[in-house]
């Protein structure tokens, strides 16, 4: 049986063959196999997260995202790493799956399924929502990035911060709290604080 040690070591040895190619280099996170380019106004990442199975074989998937650091002094950390969904979420029948391996000549099989899936479903969501303006036009309407409710609102104000656009911002969150009126102050903690924020800007 396989140790996920092994399987990370031979799968980032994979990703780097794989990946390289597009662009994509090694980041220097230690928990988990992520590797980034820039992307337009962001930095693209595809994260490959690995376990091992019980039944012996390591298994992963992929996390497409995109992180816009010039959103990063109105946004909460974690919230940096600004959109993203797993690969199988960008699919039409968004069916789950995991690509599987037992050992290092498993995965030259699994090279042509795996540069599929990142060209027809990873690089186009990174190239459609790579620029704020185009993120900003997706949050105003119903595409699914990744966020919550709460988070969208959220970012679509701090992208208006970004551009210069204080009055939108304001008028982004004042709509949301109307509407969350007598809701819990969980869910209205951090629109009011990034209000708060905001109207203290000149």
Not at 24 to 36: C, D, I, N
Not at 61 to 78: D, Q, Y
Not at 148 to 160: E, F, H, N, S, Y
Request: proline residues 6%; charged residues 30%; neutral net charge.
């Amino acid at each position: 049986m396989i140790k996920l040690s092994q399987a990370k070591k031979v799968l980032e040895t994979f990703l780097k063959d794989l990946l390289s190619p597009l662009g994509f280099s090694r980041a220097a996170r230690l928990e988990y196999l992520e590797y980034t380019r820039p992307a337009n106004e962001a930095i693209a990442s595809l994260s490959w997260p690995c376990r091992v199975d019980p039944r012996g074989f390591a298994a992963f998937n992929c996390i497409v995202g995109l992180r816009f650091e010039s959103l990063g002094s109105w946004l909460r950390t974690e919230m940096i790493g600004t959109v993203g969904l797993p690969l199988h979420l960008l699919r039409e029948d968004k069916a789950f799956e995991e690509w599987k391996f037992s050992r290092a000549e498993d995965l030259p099989s699994l090279r042509v399924p795996i540069l599929t899936s990142l060209e027809n479903e990873a690089l186009p969501f990174i190239d459609r929502y790579s620029t704020l303006p185009r993120l900003s036009r997706a949050l105003d309407g119903t595409d699914d990035v990744g966020l919550d409710t709460t988070d969208r609102v959220l970012v679509r104000a701090a992208i208006q911060m970004v551009e210069g656009n204080k009055p939108a911002a304001l008028q982004i969150l004042d709509s949301a709290l109307a509407q969350r009126v007598g809701a819990r102050p969980k869910h209205r903690y951090e629109l009011e604080s990034l209000r708060d924020r905001i109207a203290k800007v000149p």
